[in-house]
């Protein structure tokens, strides 16, 4: 049998509580920017492809909402979308943080992995903040409540640990050619990225009753002599809220648009002119139609 005919390919989904680091993990994997990520729980509202390709094969890696408990159209979007990303991978990366408490959340999420016939891995993440000591029990406790086809501590943030899951990754996947081009990185369109750069830029930056009902829309890219001009327009349900984002004198607009600038212009290795306009849209995270407009495939609710 030839080498290549060795290589392994599949499909791998990222799943787990809200901030336990499924973003970062998979930035620092494909070596570049493509989730946003934050401090704040529920970054992450869309199911993302993004792909890795090596001398050992190639792995399509999905990175999912975090699973919560849904208070609106937009939290049942998040949570179905994780768990419909199940029904068409060959390998499942369970993320949690290190701690030896196992709450009903991280029970509820390992319960509907045992109903799937999947190799599932249990990826400790954050290693970086605790005691060598102290991860050996956290990896007992979450062995005792489900059988994982193997454990892995890890820093994503600081890439420790990293490596070894790649290959044990391999390792689980079927043998078979790429399924992309070896230089595809993700499925994402620009625009979809630079949408959540900026909402980045408002979830690091504002008050924490604000972010979970802000959003992004690219209303127009133009390439002019050498230069992007981007207009955006950040979506927001209270007056109130347009208000902070605006900031006095408009000061925290500027803000939020320079730093989403300069990620932008990484992106795009370009000089960029980024406008920010906000309007508020109330309870938009209920309304069906403005979040098709926004992109969010409402197919994937339940």
Same mark, same amino acid.
């Given at each position: 049998?030839?080498?290549?005919?060795?290589?392994?390919?599949?499909?791998?989904?990222?799943?787990?509580?809200?901030?336990?680091?499924?973003? *970062?993990?998979?930035? %620092?994997?494909?070596?570049?920017?493509?989730?946003?990520?934050?401090?704040?729980? @529920?970054?992450?509202?869309? !199911?993302?492809?993004?792909?890795? *390709?090596?001398?050992?094969?190639?792995?399509?890696?999905?990175?999912?909402?975090?699973? %919560?408990?849904?208070?609106?159209?937009?939290?049942?979007?998040?949570?179905?979308?994780?768990?419909? +990303?199940?029904?068409?991978?060959?390998?499942?990366?369970?993320?949690?943080?290190?701690?030896? /408490?196992?709450?009903?959340?991280?029970? %509820?999420?390992?319960?509907?992995?045992? !109903?799937? %016939?999947?190799?599932?891995?249990?990826?400790?993440?954050?290693?970086?903040?605790?005691?060598?000591?102290?991860?050996?029990?956290?990896?007992?406790? /979450?062995?005792?409540?489900?059988?994982?086809?193997?454990?892995?501590?890890?820093?994503?943030?600081?890439? +420790?640990?990293?490596?070894?899951?790649?290959?044990?990754? /391999?390792?689980?996947?079927?043998?078979?050619?790429?399924?992309?081009?070896?230089?595809?990185?993700?499925?994402?369109?620009?625009?979809?990225?630079?949408?959540?750069?900026?909402?980045? @830029?408002?979830?690091? @930056?504002?008050?924490?009753?604000?972010?979970?009902?802000?959003?992004?829309? =690219?209303?127009?890219?133009?390439?002019?002599?050498?230069?992007?001009?981007?207009?955006?327009?950040?979506?927001?349900?209270? !007056?109130?809220?347009?208000?902070?984002? =605006?900031?006095?004198?408009?000061?925290?607009?500027? &803000?939020?648009?320079?730093?989403?600038?300069?990620?932008?212009?990484?992106?795009?290795?370009?000089?960029?002119?980024?406008?920010?306009?906000?309007?508020?849209?109330?309870?938009?995270? #209920?309304?069906?139609?403005?979040?098709?407009?926004?992109? /969010?495939?409402?197919? #994937?609710? &339940?």
């Amino acid at each position: 049998m030839s080498e290549e005919r060795k290589k392994r390919t599949g499909y791998v989904a990222l799943i787990g509580r809200p901030n336990v680091g499924k973003s *970062t993990l998979l930035n %620092h994997i494909i070596g570049m920017k493509l989730a946003i990520t934050s401090r704040l729980p @529920q970054t992450t509202r869309k !199911k993302m492809m993004a792909v890795y *390709t090596s001398d050992r094969g190639q792995i399509v890696f999905m990175d999912t909402p975090g699973i %919560h408990l849904a208070r609106n159209k937009l939290g049942e979007y998040m949570d179905s979308s994780a768990y419909k +990303t199940l029904e068409s991978v060959d390998s499942v990366l369970f993320l949690a943080e290190p701690k030896t /408490y196992i709450g009903a959340g991280e029970r %509820h999420i390992l319960e509907e992995l045992s !109903k799937i %016939h999947l190799p599932v891995f249990l990826v400790v993440n954050k290693i970086d903040m605790v005691k060598k000591a102290e991860i050996p029990p956290v990896i007992a406790a /979450y062995k005792e409540i489900f059988d994982f086809a193997g454990c892995f501590p890890v820093s994503a943030k600081h890439k +420790t640990g990293v490596d070894v899951l790649i290959n044990r990754l /391999y390792d689980s996947l079927p043998e078979g050619d790429p399924f992309f081009d070896e230089d595809t990185i993700t499925n994402e369109t620009e625009r979809e990225i630079i949408s959540e750069l900026v909402r980045e @830029q408002a979830l690091r @930056q504002l008050s924490e009753e604000v972010p979970h009902g802000v959003a992004v829309d =690219i209303e127009s890219m133009k390439r002019k002599r050498k230069i992007w001009h981007i207009e955006a327009t950040i979506y927001c349900e209270k !007056k109130s809220h347009k208000g902070i984002i =605006i900031g006095r004198n408009g000061e925290k607009i500027k &803000s939020i648009g320079m730093a989403a600038r300069a990620e932008i212009e990484k992106l795009l290795s370009s000089q960029v002119n980024l406008q920010l306009w906000v309007k508020v849209r109330p309870n938009w995270r #209920d309304d069906e139609k403005i979040m098709r407009n926004l992109g /969010y495939d409402l197919k #994937d609710i &339940s």
